[in-house]
């Protein structure tokens, strides 16, 4: 038996017929029988059909291939390649290595799924980093071991952060944070301020350095009870020995700014700095009758001279959001302090309070909870009680609302007055990268290491991994919520618009292609979903390997972060 299939053209058309025929011999000739018309198969079907007919064997794809292991591979492609890119095991060390190759491992793990050296050990199995990067079979001390051959790096590695992303005339951010440690053996674990809002914990303090477009170059660990202006000195001699850098301006938090660290920075020569006043030097200039909040109703910003301030340009702003926004919250902190000192007045009038001492104890229990305790007067006898707003004061305060004062040294032929508020609003992009090491993208904190040498490394790693994805972020900003092109503004003192195609992605959860729009976690797991198949043929030992096939958002991403579409 066999298939016969014949064509034959009628009225414009082909008309195809598959037919199952049987040869046989009658009388010395050979005849055919058609016994069955196949045509209302499929042709795959048909052709099933004719091979079985010819000889062929076939089995059932279940019986024919093995899986023998499916792992997801899409996140981990993105991540190395745009390591590839960055240039990021070269920028470790020159020379290949096991602790090279471990380093970049816990790297990249910690942008795909931040965890602890034991959970990283887990997770490099559960995904083809491992595959990829020939680190198969690590354990946690081999991690460790890599952790301390990554710390004794470290100033190399920030050297060549330095070369490649700063040079003279560069704006340089710093800004610091601490976070808190489980345990009481680190040596650098002390209590101090806690940004992390866990009073009492012991943490660490850690000094972040990035260039204008907020790239990590530098991070250094400090006790936990170090305050912010006692690491700025650390940096000013990192900046101009360590990386040899020449003319810079070094833009730091108001916190930071001491006249000892102002000498440091002088003595140092070719940095400049811009940072700002404290709300009581404000004030002061108000009472000299330097900043009067009057010239403001015009103009939102401009620039004045302080003998106290010799040698330095001081840019006066008013950003009226702002002062909204204090004056809004100063009166709704006021009428809460009130809520708590009405009924304590009311126990004194009703007479079951009485004595100064007993009623001095009960106000100082609240007044100042709210902390505008200086805006009341407060009167206390034996047997009274009042309280009144003390409102010349208030306006006062009010009238320098929303006023804020930059302070630099970097002369207006340089940088104009609108261009030193723009840099000192740079600041924000080392704000951003404290929230993602924070946060669950790279999980810094709680630190759980106990010898002084691996806090810093941990706190380095985190480092290199937020470089990389900061990267990463860039490259994927049209699908995920961030603004693709943020627009300079004509006005820096004004409330920032955002572009018409960015408010349009923010209200359809789209971007301009028509993919959906996503979190960086969120297309970390989307692209997780692209996974690498093993199959085994049935009965040997060959195998070969097959990755899921793309959607379009995967392949875009895919394709953003620098990997060749037709790549499998």
């Known amino acids: 038996m066999h298939v016969v299939t014949t064509r034959r ?6 008309y195809v017929a598959h037919l199952l025929r049987r040869s046989y011999r009658e009388g010395g000739k050979v005849k055919k029988e058609t016994l069955a018309n196949l045509s209302q198969l499929p042709d795959d079907l048909v052709e099933l059909i004719r091979r079985r007919l010819r000889g062929e064997q076939f089995l059932p794809a279940a019986d024919a291939f093995e899986l023998e292991r499916s792992l997801p591979h899409g996140h981990v492609a993105c991540v190395l390649v745009m390591a590839r890119r960055l240039g990021l095991a070269r920028l470790l060390e020159r020379a290949p290595s096991a602790e090279r190759e471990l380093a970049l491992a816990m790297i990249c793990q910690r942008v795909l799924a931040p965890g602890s050296k034991l959970a990283c050990t887990r997770r490099l199995a559960q995904s083809t980093l491992a595959e990829e990067l020939d680190v198969e079979g690590a354990d946690r001390d081999d991690l460790y071991a890599a952790m301390d051959w990554l710390g004794a790096r470290q100033e190399a590695i920030e050297g060549r952060l330095a070369r490649r992303h700063l040079a003279g005339g560069s704006l ?52 936990g009870s170090v305050h912010d202006d006692k690491t700025l000195l650390a940096q000013v001699e990192k900046l101009g020995r360590r990386f040899g850098l020449g003319r810079i301006v070094l833009v730091v938090d108001r916190g930071m700014v001491t006249e000892a660290n102002l000498d440091a920075i002088r003595d140092e020569g070719g940095i400049a700095w811009i940072s700002a ?102 009167e206390i006898e034996d047997d009274r009680f009042t309280y009144q707003r003390k409102q010349e004061q208030i306006a006062a305060e009010a009238a320098l609302d929303g006023i804020y004062v930059l302070r630099t040294s970097v002369p207006s032929e340089e940088l104009s007055a609108g261009d030193i508020v723009r840099s000192y609003e740079q600041l924000a992009h080392a704000e951003r990268a404290f929230r993602t090491l924070k946060g669950p993208e790279l999980e810094l904190r709680p630190i759980h290491h106990r010898l002084e040498a691996r806090v810093r490394a941990h706190v380095f790693l985190c480092m290199l991994a937020y470089y990389l994805e900061w990267h990463l972020r860039e490259a994927w900003a049209e699908l995920l919520f961030d603004d693709e092109r943020p627009p300079l503004r004509a ?48 009965g040997t030992n060959a195998t070969f390997e097959k990755v899921t096939r793309r959607n379009p958002l995967q392949a875009r991403a895919l394709q953003l972060a620098g990997l060749d579409p037709e790549r499998p």
């Open 277 to 378: 006043l404290k709300a009581p030097a404000v004030k002061k200039l108000a009472r000299k009758q330097l900043i009067q909040p009057s010239l403001f109703d015009e103009l939102n910003l401009g620039e004045v001279g302080s003998d106290d301030y010799p040698g330095e340009r001081l840019v006066v702003c008013r950003n009226p959001l702002v002062a909204a926004e204090r004056r809004r919250t100063r009166d709704d902190l006021l009428a809460a302090t009130e809520q708590l000192l009405a009924p304590i007045k009311a126990r004194v009038a009703a007479g079951t309070l009485h004595g100064a001492a007993a009623i001095g104890l009960a106000v100082g229990a609240v007044a100042n909870t709210r902390k505008v305790k200086k805006h009341f007067q407060l």
């Open 491 to 538: 006005d820096p003192v004004a409330k920032a618009e955002r572009p018409p195609e960015a408010k349009r992605k923010a209200a359809s959860k789209r971007t301009t292609r028509g993919e959906v729009c996503h979190s960086f976690p969120s297309l970390i797991a989307e692209l997780a979903l692209l996974v690498r198949d093993t199959n085994r043929i049935t």
């Open 9 to 14: 053209q009628g009225k414009g058309e082909e």
């Open 172 to 223: 340089v951010l710093y800004d610091v944070s601490s976070s808190y440690l489980e345990g009481r053996c680190c040596p650098l674990a002390r209590r101090g301020y806690s940004r992390d809002r866990r009073r009492g914990s012991l943490q660490v303090v850690y000094g972040l350095l990035c260039d204008r477009e907020g790239r990590p170059v530098a991070v250094e660990v400090f006790d």
